[in-house]
C-alpha cells in the first residue's frame, strides 16, 4: 500500500507552505492502486482574500524589478525543472496515473514555456516611433496587470500550470495557481522549485480547492485576469462568470480531435501515429485523437484490420511499470462514466472492434480501463459527438474528403485536426479549409512547440488570447501608448482648438 504524501500541506502563500484552516477538504487518490493517498484542504473565502492580498503587495514589488533580474529567476526555475525532472515524473505518477516516461515527456513540453518566457525581454519590447508630429516621439509599452490566476486540469499536472503561468510572471505579474483538486501536490512541488530559484515570497501562490474556491477567486475586486484550462462545460461557465466580473479570461475546454486517412496514406505509418495520439496517457489528453475518419472503404477496411492488430496487445499498467503503454484514469467516476459511453455506443448502433473494458490488471483496485476500438460509428452517435476522456476511440467511415471536412467542421469541438496523406494538394485544401484550431499534417498530435501559440476554436476555446506562445505576453499585459515631447527651452506652443494632427 502507497504511503500518504504531503500528510498537512495544502497551500503555498506568500513563500510559506499551509495546511489549511477551511474544514472542508477532499481526498487525492492514486489511479493505479485506488489507495487513498492524502486529504487536500480547499481554501475558504477568508484564505483566498488574505492571499491574494498578500499577492497584490509583493507583485507590485516585482513589477518594478528589473526584467533581467526576473529572467535571472527563470533561468535558475528552469534548471531545477531539469534536475527535478525525475521527482516531479514520480509525483505526476502517483497523483495522476500516467507511466513516468510519459509524464517526463509532459515536462519537457512544459519546459519550452519557460525558455519562451526567459525570452520575456525581447517580447516585452515596445514600439518606437520618432517625430511623429513636432518633436513628438510615439511609442508603447506593455505593463503587467497585477494579481492574476490560473486555473488547471488533473490532466497535465505539471506542463498545463507551468505553460499557462510562467510567462504571467515573468512579465511582472503575481500568481494565483488553482490546481485541479485531483492532483494537487505536483504544484506544491513546482512551489518548492520556484523558491530555491529565488522568486519573491508572494510572487506565486497555490491555492488548492474545488469549484467554490475557484468562484472566490475568479470574482475578487483584486484579481485582473483568468486563465482557465479544463472541460467545455466548466470553461464556459469561468467566461460567463469573469466576464460579467470585468476580468480579462481566456478559457480553454476540452476537444474531439479527428484523423483523417486519406487513401493514399502510407498506412503503416498512419495506424502506428493513431496508437499513441488515441490511447496515450490512457487518452486522457485534449489533443488526444478520438476519432479515425477513414477516406473510402478501402481504406477503412486495411486502416481497420492493421489497427485492431495493435490495439489488442496494448495494455495499462501501473504508473511506475516500464512495460505499461499507458496508466489508469484519473478516478473511479471517470471509469464508469466512459464504460457506460461504450454501452451507449454499442446501444446506438456502433461495433466494438476491441473490447479493452475489462483488462487483465495485476491490481484489480486501480482505475484501469483497457483499449477499446469501436467502427461503424456515425456522426449522429453520442460517443461520436461527446469528448469521451479515456481509452474508446472510434473509427467514422466518409467516401470523399470534402465530406470529412465537412463533418469536423460540422462539430462543436474544434481543438485539433491532423491528416495523413502523400497528396500535397489535398494536404493544403484541408488545412485552408478546416475550422480547427491546429492542424497537423502526417504528425500524430498537432499540438505545437512551446514557442508557438495554442488554442482551439469553436466551442474548445471562450475568450481571446492563446496559450503557450508569445500570446500569453500579450494576455497578461496591458499596453500603454505615450505621445512625448520635450521642448526646446525658447519654444512656446500656440493655442489650437483644432483636433491634433501631424
Ligand atoms: P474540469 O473542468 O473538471 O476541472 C478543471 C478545473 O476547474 C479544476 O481546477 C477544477 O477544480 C475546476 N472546476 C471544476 N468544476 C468547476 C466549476 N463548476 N466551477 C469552477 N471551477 C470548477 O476538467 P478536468 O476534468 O480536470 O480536465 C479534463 C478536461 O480538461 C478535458 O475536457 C480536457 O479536454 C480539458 N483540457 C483542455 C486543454 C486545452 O488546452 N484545451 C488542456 C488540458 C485539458
Same mark, same amino acid.
Given at each position: 500500500?502507497?504511503? &500518504? #504524501?504531503?500528510?498537512?500541506?495544502?497551500?503555498?502563500?506568500?513563500?510559506?507552505?499551509?495546511?489549511?484552516?477551511?474544514?472542508?477538504?477532499?481526498?487525492?487518490?492514486?489511479?493505479?492502486?485506488? @489507495?487513498?493517498?492524502?486529504?487536500?484542504?480547499?481554501?475558504?473565502?477568508?484564505?483566498?482574500?488574505?492571499?491574494?492580498?498578500?499577492?497584490?503587495?509583493?507583485?507590485?514589488?516585482?513589477?518594478?524589478?528589473?526584467? *533581467?533580474?526576473?529572467?535571472?529567476?527563470?533561468?535558475?526555475?528552469?534548471?531545477?525543472?531539469?534536475?527535478?525532472?525525475?521527482?516531479?515524473?514520480?509525483?505526476?505518477?502517483?497523483?495522476?496515473?500516467?507511466?513516468?516516461?510519459?509524464?517526463?515527456?509532459?515536462?519537457?513540453?512544459?519546459? %519550452?514555456? &519557460?525558455?519562451?518566457?526567459?525570452?520575456?525581454?525581447?517580447?516585452?519590447?515596445?514600439?518606437?516611433?520618432?517625430?511623429?508630429?513636432?518633436? #513628438?516621439?510615439?511609442?508603447?509599452?506593455?505593463?503587467?496587470?497585477?494579481?492574476?490566476?490560473?486555473?488547471?486540469?488533473?490532466?497535465?499536472?505539471?506542463?498545463?500550470?507551468?505553460?499557462?503561468?510562467?510567462?504571467?510572471?515573468?512579465?511582472?505579474?503575481?500568481? #494565483?495557481?488553482?490546481?485541479?483538486?485531483?492532483?494537487?501536490?505536483?504544484?506544491?512541488?513546482?512551489?518548492?522549485?520556484?523558491?530555491?530559484?529565488?522568486?519573491?515570497?508572494?510572487?506565486?501562490?497555490?491555492?488548492?480547492?474545488?469549484?467554490?474556491?475557484?468562484?472566490?477567486?475568479?470574482?475578487?475586486?483584486?484579481?485582473?485576469?483568468?486563465?482557465?484550462? *479544463?472541460?467545455?462545460?466548466?470553461?464556459?461557465? #469561468?467566461?460567463?462568470?469573469?466576464?460579467?466580473?470585468?476580468?480579462?479570461?481566456?478559457?480553454?475546454?476540452?476537444?474531439?480531435?479527428?484523423?483523417?486517412?486519406?487513401?493514399?496514406?502510407?498506412?503503416?505509418?498512419?495506424?502506428?501515429?493513431?496508437?499513441?495520439?488515441?490511447? *496515450?496517457?490512457?487518452? @486522457?489528453?485534449?489533443?488526444?485523437?478520438?476519432?479515425?475518419?477513414?477516406?473510402?472503404?478501402?481504406?477503412? %477496411?486495411?486502416?481497420?484490420?492493421?489497427?485492431?492488430?495493435?490495439?489488442?496487445?496494448?495494455?495499462?499498467?501501473?504508473?511506475?511499470?516500464?512495460?505499461?503503454?499507458?496508466?489508469?484514469?484519473?478516478?473511479?467516476?471517470?471509469? @464508469?462514466?466512459?464504460?457506460?459511453?461504450?454501452? @451507449?455506443?454499442?446501444?446506438?448502433?456502433?461495433? +466494438?472492434?476491441?473490447?479493452?473494458?475489462?483488462?487483465?490488471?495485476?491490481?484489480?483496485?486501480?482505475?484501469?480501463?483497457?483499449?477499446?476500438?469501436?467502427?461503424?460509428?456515425?456522426?449522429?452517435?453520442?460517443?461520436?459527438?461527446?469528448?469521451?476522456?479515456?481509452?474508446?476511440?472510434?473509427?467514422?467511415?466518409?467516401?470523399?474528403?470534402?465530406?470529412? +471536412?465537412?463533418?469536423?467542421?460540422?462539430?462543436?469541438?474544434?481543438? *485539433?485536426?491532423?491528416?495523413?496523406?502523400?497528396?500535397?494538394?489535398?494536404?493544403?485544401?484541408?488545412?485552408?479549409?478546416?475550422?480547427?484550431?491546429?492542424?497537423?499534417?502526417? &504528425?500524430?498530435?498537432?499540438?505545437? &512547440?512551446?514557442?508557438?501559440?495554442?488554442?482551439?476554436?469553436?466551442?474548445?476555446?471562450?475568450?481571446?488570447?492563446?496559450?503557450?506562445?508569445?500570446?500569453?505576453?500579450?494576455?497578461?499585459?496591458?499596453?500603454?501608448?505615450?505621445?512625448?515631447?520635450?521642448?526646446?527651452?525658447?519654444?512656446?506652443?500656440?493655442?489650437?482648438?483644432?483636433?491634433?494632427?501631424?
Amino acid at each position: 500500500m502507497e504511503s &500518504v #504524501i504531503f500528510k498537512t500541506v495544502s497551500h503555498y502563500i506568500n513563500g510559506q507552505k499551509v495546511a489549511g484552516n477551511s474544514g472542508k477538504f477532499g481526498f487525492v487518490y492514486s489511479p493505479s492502486t485506488g @489507495q487513498k493517498l492524502a486529504k487536500v484542504s480547499y481554501a475558504s473565502p477568508e484564505e483566498v482574500d488574505q492571499s491574494i492580498a498578500l499577492a497584490k503587495e509583493a507583485g507590485a514589488k516585482w513589477a518594478s524589478t528589473s526584467i *533581467g533580474k526576473r529572467v535571472n529567476i527563470l533561468f535558475k526555475f528552469r534548471q531545477l525543472l531539469v534536475e527535478n525532472t525525475d521527482k516531479l515524473a514520480n509525483l505526476i505518477g502517483k497523483e495522476n496515473g500516467k507511466t513516468i516516461s510519459d509524464a517526463k515527456g509532459e515536462i519537457s513540453r512544459g519546459i %519550452e514555456s &519557460v525558455d519562451l518566457a526567459i525570452g520575456a525581454p525581447h517580447i516585452l519590447k515596445g514600439e518606437h516611433s520618432v517625430n511623429v508630429g513636432g518633436k #513628438i516621439n510615439a511609442y508603447s509599452m506593455k505593463q503587467p496587470l497585477g494579481v492574476v490566476t490560473c486555473i488547471s486540469p488533473f490532466n497535465f499536472p505539471v506542463m498545463v500550470p507551468i505553460a499557462m503561468s510562467t510567462m504571467a510572471v515573468a512579465v511582472g505579474n503575481a500568481m #494565483i495557481l488553482k490546481p485541479s483538486e485531483k492532483v494537487p501536490y505536483s504544484a506544491l512541488l513546482i512551489s518548492e522549485l520556484w523558491q530555491e530559484a529565488g522568486l519573491p515570497d508572494g510572487v506565486w501562490n497555490v491555492l488548492n480547492g474545488d469549484k467554490d474556491t475557484v468562484n472566490s477567486i475568479i470574482t475578487h475586486k483584486d484579481i485582473e485576469a483568468i486563465s482557465f484550462v *479544463g472541460s467545455t462545460k466548466v470553461a464556459e461557465i #469561468i467566461y460567463e462568470t469573469g466576464t460579467k466580473h470585468h476580468k480579462r479570461v481566456n478559457a480553454f475546454g476540452g476537444g474531439k480531435n479527428h484523423m483523417v486517412i486519406l487513401p493514399d496514406a502510407n498506412m503503416d505509418q498512419a495506424v502506428d501515429s493513431f496508437l499513441g495520439a488515441a490511447y *496515450g496517457s490512457a487518452s @486522457q489528453r485534449c489533443m488526444a485523437i478520438s476519432v479515425a475518419m477513414t477516406v473510402g472503404q478501402k481504406t477503412t %477496411e486495411l486502416f481497420t484490420e492493421k489497427l485492431k492488430l495493435k490495439v489488442e496487445n496494448l495494455h495499462p499498467g501501473s504508473y511506475d511499470d516500464e512495460s505499461a503503454d499507458f496508466g489508469a484514469v484519473i478516478s473511479a467516476e471517470a471509469k @464508469q462514466s466512459i464504460l457506460n459511453a461504450i454501452d @451507449q455506443a454499442v446501444e446506438e448502433g456502433a461495433n +466494438i472492434v476491441v473490447d479493452g473494458r475489462y483488462p487483465d490488471v495485476d491490481n484489480k483496485d486501480g482505475f484501469y480501463l483497457g483499449a477499446t476500438l469501436l467502427d461503424h460509428v456515425t456522426p449522429d452517435m453520442t460517443i461520436y459527438k461527446e469528448e469521451i476522456f479515456g481509452p474508446a476511440r472510434a473509427i467514422v467511415s466518409v467516401d470523399r474528403i470534402e465530406e470529412a +471536412i465537412q463533418l469536423i467542421n460540422d462539430h462543436q469541438f474544434g481543438n *485539433g485536426v491532423t491528416i495523413f496523406t502523400n497528396s500535397g494538394r489535398d494536404a493544403r485544401k484541408f488545412i485552408e479549409e478546416i475550422e480547427v484550431g491546429m492542424v497537423g499534417v502526417n &504528425v500524430p498530435i498537432p499540438i505545437p &512547440v512551446g514557442y508557438h501559440n495554442f488554442g482551439g476554436w469553436k466551442d474548445s476555446r471562450f475568450g481571446e488570447g492563446q496559450m503557450f506562445g508569445p500570446d500569453t505576453a500579450r494576455f497578461f499585459t496591458k499596453t500603454k501608448t505615450v505621445s512625448e515631447r520635450w521642448f526646446d527651452q525658447d519654444d512656446s506652443d500656440e493655442v489650437n482648438f483644432n483636433f491634433p494632427s501631424s
